[in-house]
């Protein structure tokens, strides 16, 4: 089992950056995927990044701005998100899985706390 914690959220104006960072509790061979919810719609796939940093995939709506990656030896996934938009406004999650490359959140046994992203426009 592993516990995750995300940080860096906060509030940006459009085109503005934000990297979020998901700690995990130890050192392990899961796949990170992070995800997002806005008020009042569904949980949505944004990233997911195999264990060892090997292979990417993101949702259509992000493709070219967000980046997913990790530090194996610091238990970290990140997610830089650039020229963001306010339609990104949501509380994002980091979640683990064994499954690789899975846009599917009912793939991932393993979810952080959440932490909020607002874009301004």
């Known amino acids: 089992q592993v516990q995750l914690v995300e940080s860096g959220g906060g509030l940006v104006q459009a085109g503005g950056s934000l990297r979020l960072s998901c700690a995990a509790s130890?050192?392990?061979?899961?796949?990170y995927g992070w995800f997002r919810q806005a008020p009042g719609k569904e949980r949505e796939f944004v990233a997911t990044i195999t264990w060892n940093g090997g292979s990417t995939k993101y949702a259509d709506s992000v493709k070219g701005r967000f980046t997913i990656s990790r530090d194996y030896a610091k238990n970290t996934a990140y997610l830089q998100m650039n020229s963001l938009k306010p339609e990104d406004t949501a509380v994002y999650y980091c979640?683990?899985?064994?499954?690789?490359?899975?846009?599917?959140?009912?793939?991932?046994?393993?979810w952080g706390q959440g932490t909020q992203v607002t874009v301004s426009s």
């Open positions: 130890s050192r392990t061979w899961y796949n």
């Open positions: 979640a683990a899985t064994r499954q690789t490359l899975s846009g599917r959140h009912g793939d991932y046994p393993y």
